[in-house]
């Protein structure tokens, strides 16, 4: 993952990707060759602590970031819609 998709490297602003789908969680997904619509939706509370533990895990260099930053790094899921 690039320090961009990782939140802005830790920086102590939200990083544009985060407005985007703040203000239009309608999204036109690309994944390998195939092209889909789906709803991001902000992960927050309980939720977000057990994805955010997880994605640690899978990733350390997120809790680098974190470190790095007193706001929260957002977290979003995908869901795939119909068109």
Same mark, same amino acid.
């Given at each position: 993952?690039? %320090?961009?998709?990782?939140?802005? *490297? *830790? %920086?102590?602003?939200? $990083?544009?990707? +985060?407005?985007?789908? /703040?203000?239009? $969680? /309608? @999204?036109?997904?690309?994944?390998?060759?195939? !092209? +889909?619509? &789906?709803?991001?939706?902000?992960?927050? *509370?309980? &939720?977000?602590?057990?994805?955010?533990?997880?994605?640690?895990? #899978?990733? $350390?260099?997120?809790?680098? +970031?974190? #470190?790095?930053? &007193?706001?929260? @790094? $957002?977290? +979003?899921?995908? !869901?795939?819609?119909? %068109?």
């Amino acid at each position: 993952m690039s %320090s961009e998709l990782n939140d802005n *490297g *830790g %920086s102590s602003t939200h $990083p544009s990707w +985060f407005h985007n789908l /703040k203000a239009q $969680p /309608k @999204i036109k997904v690309e994944l390998g060759s195939e !092209t +889909f619509t &789906a709803l991001a939706q902000e992960v927050t *509370g309980a &939720a977000r602590a057990e994805l955010w533990s997880k994605l640690v895990v #899978a990733s $350390p260099t997120l809790a680098r +970031f974190q #470190a790095q930053t &007193a706001r929260q @790094i $957002p977290l +979003f899921t995908l !869901t795939r819609r119909s %068109s």
